[in-house]
């Protein structure tokens, strides 16, 4: 595998800082370089308690400017023992739309993929329809105990109606997937997290037992790049 295979996503203008608090879901501060303290959207709602406390790392992108908003920040990544995790959920379309257009698809050679497609039944959306007959939702994994990577890290409503409806596409004879963005390194296998949300967990294995593929992709992140490394085994 060459790098320019491995090669997803380029992020540009990132800037370090250190994490202050949270006052909310979509909001935290943060001290930058000059001192300044700074409001930072965060696009990921998850709990993210294991990289979002007082003093760690953090890696931030300004707002595009053509965009009228609050806050001039959004939050990037933050920093493990590992490096740092890519917990920008407004990334995720991109980097699987060069994972799915590239030679490590897992979905195998596509020669059609259009985003962000309503389902048959007119009740989910998905994030991707490939090649006109398989059915794709992608989902980021920014949790890991141990040596294994866990999803989801809060309950996750939208997942689970998402997971139920690609097993009913399964079933009725469709080809459906989803894919994990596992975004924590050094771990072995992926599986979802039953202690945090038993009825996804339930669901995904009821899923796979329907036909529903499911591909925890390892990705690594540098602080610029994302970079494919392979997939990971799940149970």
Known sequence: ???????????????????????????????????????????????????????????????????????????????????????????????????LSGSNSPLGYVTELKAEVTSPSGQSRFDFLVNGDTWVEVKGCTLKVGREALFPDAPTARGLKHVTELTELALSGKRAAVIFLVFVREVDHFKANEGTDPAFASALKIAQSAGVEIYPVQLSFNGKQVEYRGLLDHT
């Open 1 to 99: 595998m060459n790098k320019s295979n491995c090669h997803l996503l380029f992020v540009p203008d990132t800037q370090q800082a250190v994490f202050l608090s949270r006052p909310n879901r979509f909001l935290l501060n943060a001290r930058i370089s000059s001192g300044e303290i700074v409001e930072v959207h965060v696009p990921d709602p998850g709990r993210l308690k294991e990289l979002l406390y007082a003093g760690n790392n953090i890696l931030i992108i300004p707002a595009p400017e053509n965009t009228v908003r609050k806050t001039k920040w959004s939050l990037a990544a933050a920093e493990d023992l590992t490096g740092w995790i890519l917990v920008n959920t407004s990334f995720h379309r991109k980097i699987a739309t060069s994972l």
